[in-house]
């Protein structure tokens, strides 16, 4: 097999004094780009934002451009059309996205600010995404199954520097009849691989796998079962609404999900450069 794309994403959240440092940037045969955020770590309320392009279609050189929109929003849960209304004017459709993996990122580095985001303690905040996140994902839809609870997953609760990491990767191999779509994930808390082997002209998904190397229990690991499901679907057609929905919904795994989501836009801007 011959490999004919590739994609890499690499998301960072940094606690640097009294403020917190997001840098998500993404570097792939087709473009090299990176959204970057300074946030206040008691409220990740964004002081400053920037979108950076070093190399894409169209692009001679480097463009660095000041998001001034992004000022103040909150880079939480629901910052969706906030992040939309802000970025529209750059006219750059992955703009939101790599943003949103920002944002994702903050999200998951919160494990370490139980001080500076008010919780009296690793417990209450525990006690927090339980309740916010019931039904959302294997782990949270099978609450009464778990044994390991989330900081002795993580093994600690208080971090210095830098505070979370995500890589995310995909490459296109191509062989005689099919393609090769290997897909993965590894992040500071979850270890996540998929592979699907797919018809070359149309993206029909003729073989589909999912590993769960890590997480935070052993129930995350079942949700590879509904891997077999996505046979016989046209990739490049599914949104991801239909792709969560045949990986289980808020009974499967949500990386597993990104992963065929990301792997849906992969398929297409590999088969547009060719």
Known sequence: MDCIFQRFWHTNVRLHKDELLVNTTYN????????RMILEPETFLVQQAWWEIYRGPGETTPRHTQIDGLKGMKAYFG???????AL??????????????GVRGVIQAETFLVEQRGYLSPQQYEEYWDSIYQNAC???SNMERVTTKWYEHVGYYERTGCLFNRMKSQSM??????????????????SVAVELELEKNEGLIIDSRGDI???????????TVFMDKLKGTFLPE?????????LGAGNGCVHLIDLVTD???TFSLCKFME
């Open 213 to 223: 190397l890590r997480a935070p229990d052993s129930v995350c690991k079942e949700a």
């Open 173 to 190: 191999y191509r062989g005689e009849k099919a393609y090769l779509l290997a897909a993965h994930l590894h992040d500071s808390f979850h």
């Open 79 to 85: 910052c969706g059309e906030t992040l939309k209304t």
């Open 263 to 265: 792997g849906s836009q």
């Open 138 to 140: 294997r782990y949270y």
């Open 28 to 35: 792939g045969t087709d473009r090299e780009i990176c959204a």
């Open 238 to 246: 599914m949104k991801k609404k239909e792709i969560a929905f045949l």
């Open 88 to 101: 529209a004017p750059l006219h750059a459709p992955e703009a939101k996205e790599l943003f949103a993996e």
